[in-house]
Nanobody
Framework: QVELVESGGGPVQAGDSLRLSCAAS????????TGWFRQAPGKEREFVTA????????KYSDSVKGRFTISRDNVKNTVYLQMTNLKPEDTAVYYC???????????????????WGQGTQVTVAS
């Protein structure tokens, strides 16, 4: 059984940095692509970033490009989301997700991801 567990969220001030972690059990991250999504109150879940099964190719949404970095630690079987220069509009529940298998192109739609964590809240105060 695949389980993803996010951690690292919390309240921060605008301009602060935060690192989210996504630990997996039941599979390794090289089995598929991994993405981070977020959902703010009253809004749809949106793509943030993704990393391919090789841990090499990444993709970012325009809203976080240059501020957020996705990375992976194969030894710890953990994916990280380093967030810098946080803004109030980054406030959301952040979810980690993986695809069922390896893909040829990183996907930005939530429907492409089969396994999801429970989410971790990030709140950025102005």
């Amino acid at each position: 059984q695949v389980e993803l567990v996010e951690s690292g969220g919390g309240p921060v001030q605008a301009g602060d940095s935060l690192r989210l972690s996504c630990a997996a059990s039941g599979r390794t991250f090289s089995d598929g692509d991994t993405g981070w999504f977020r959902q703010a109150p009253g809004k749809e879940r949106e793509f943030v970033t993704a990393i391919d099964y090789n841990g090499v190719t990444t993709k970012y949404s325009d809203s976080v490009k240059g501020r957020f970095t996705i990375s992976r630690d194969n030894v710890k079987n953990t994916v990280y989301l380093q967030m810098t220069n946080l803004k109030p509009e980054d406030t959301a529940v952040y979810y980690c997700a993986t695809t069922r298998g390896r893909t040829f192109n990183l996907r930005v739609t939530s429907i492409a991801y089969a396994y999801w964590g429970q989410g971790t809240q990030v709140t950025v105060a102005s």
